[in-house]
């Protein structure tokens, strides 16, 4: 016995050497093995059963996988939506609110009575215009918001709806490989083996391409690129211009 270990560990230790050494000896050890693991015609023709067992598992594999993405792509779509309702909300009090501000600025800059009055609070004319360039800036940021919403809203639904197709694509398919699976156990061979191995490879493709594509996760700063505040260099005379 342990003659016959010490020969099976002699030899492996041959295959190694010989494997690292050798180049044409590797490449035709790779050769051999992808041969042996890869579901080619000649090895379907060989294990048909073997080869749809394996695309079962693989279609099963896969479509857990696109089912978490399409929980993902809609908990994004949700929080995508409801944080477009928010800022539309919002955006229009923003726009009351600086048109408040200007109409206190005219009036206490025509006047020269200083502090402005606004709604009871005395603001310094620093202080006033301060707040009329912030509240500028933010009602400009609900503005690129809104658009950059409906480009992450529309790219989310996309993915989406790429996810489901696949989906149903799997689905069919599956139902398909289940029909060929009890033919073959009936009869040993598989039928249209050509056009059935095709149709596989390109839904595996497709589903792989469209797992890889929806896995990006969208941000509204990556869709801005804004600054976090605006440039105060923004002239402040070009904010009091606009219609009060």
């Known amino acids: 016995m342990k003659t016959a270990f010490s ?6 230790i041959l295959f190694v ?4 050494v050798s180049d044409p000896f590797r490449t035709k050890v790779n050769t051999l093995f992808a041969s042996a693991t890869t579901w080619t015609d000649e090895n379907i023709a060989k294990d048909p059963e073997g080869y749809l067992r394996w695309t079962l598992a693989e279609f099963d594999r896969m479509e857990e996988e696109l089912r978490g993405r399409q929980v993902n792509l809609r908990t994004q779509l949700n929080s995508l939506e409801r944080r477009r309702e928010v800022d539309a909300r919002q955006a229009p009090l923003v726009k009351e609110k600086l048109e408040e501000l200007k109409a206190a600025y005219r009036l206490a800059n025509d006047t020269q009575q200083w502090p402005a009055d606004i709604g009871g609070l005395h603001v310094d004319e620093d202080e006033l ?13 609900y503005a690129e918001n809104a658009r ?8 989310t ?3 989406l709806a790429r996810v ?11 139902s398909e490989v289940d029909r060929q699976l009890q033919q073959v156990r009936l009869h040993s061979t598989l ?6 191995n095709d149709r596989i490879n390109a839904l595996l493709d497709t589903t792989r391409a469209v797992r890889s594509e929806t896995e990006r996760t969208l ?16 002239r402040f005379e070009d904010i009091m211009r606009g219609d009060p």
């Not at 215009?129 to 940021?141: K, N, S, T, V, Y």
């Not at 039928?191 to 059935?196: H, P």
């Open 129 to 141: 215009r301060q707040l009329i360039l912030e509240a500028d800036e933010r009602h400009g940021r």
């Open 157 to 159: 639904q996309s993915d």
């Open 7 to 12: 020969i099976l560990a002699f030899a492996a």
């Open 191 to 196: 039928n249209g083996i050509d056009t059935l």
């Open 148 to 155: 950059a919403y409906d480009v992450a809203v529309a790219r």
């Open 164 to 174: 489901e197709n696949v989906l149903g694509d799997l689905r069919e398919r599956r």
């Open 219 to 234: 941000s509204l700063d990556d869709l801005l690129q804004a600054d976090e505040r605006a440039e105060e260099a923004r």
């Open 17 to 20: 050497g010989a494997y690292f």
